[in-house]
């Protein structure tokens, strides 16, 4: 086996690699818009079950107009709904962001490849141009994923949050009013 023949043979492995590399990166993908969704489906029941049955319009109004509740309870009512609704609504738009559409990169332009390949001298320059193209995705993609995976989190921590803050304050207005 020659010298150019090893070359080839490292760089058809290669290659294989980053395809793996690649189709991870989708897997992962998949993976943390799967998550999102499982999100926004929890928030959903969550912030039903708040809005329409245990923090309700009712007493939030009562909590203003009763008389009889002084003005410390009041600003620990309201304020506990204000922080619990923030965390939600955060909750919701970190997860949002999850979703939103990402420009993820692709591995080549066929019609330019062809064309560039037909300029190329052997098989180990057009390896290492499908490389190069596997490793820029591959690059990409992966600080897409990170971002989603990060916005997922903080999404995570203010839906942890604004459940915690919203049971306080569902037990809190349910002393008050």
């Not at 999850?98 to 332009?109: I, M, P, Q």
């Not at 098989?123 to 820029?136: G, H, P, Q, T, Y």
Request: glycine share 4%; aromatic share 10%.
């Amino acid at each position: 086996m020659n010298e150019q023949e090893n070359i080839r043979d490292l760089l058809v492995r290669q290659h294989e690699y980053f395809q793996y590399l690649f189709e991870q990166e989708q897997k992962r993908a998949a993976s943390i818009v799967g998550g999102a969704k499982v999100y926004i489906a929890f928030l959903v029941f969550i912030l039903g079950s708040i809005i329409l049955k245990a923090i309700t319009p009712g007493k939030i109004v009562s909590l203003f107009s009763k008389s009889d509740i002084n003005s410390g309870a009041k600003l620990i009512g309201i304020s506990l709904v204000v922080l619990s609704a923030t965390a939600l609504t955060a909750a919701v738009l970190y997860t949002i962001l999850v979703l939103k559409v990402w420009l993820y990169e692709r591995l080549c332009d066929p019609i330019e490849r062809f064309q560039e390949t037909l300029t190329m001298s052997d098989e180990v320059e057009v390896l290492s141009k499908a490389l190069s193209d596997f490793a820029i995705a591959i690059s990409r993609n992966n600080h897409i994923n990170n971002k989603r995976a990060e916005y997922l989190t903080r999404g995570l921590y203010c839906l942890l949050v604004g459940t915690f803050l919203s049971i306080i304050t569902i037990f809190i207005l349910n002393l008050i009013v």
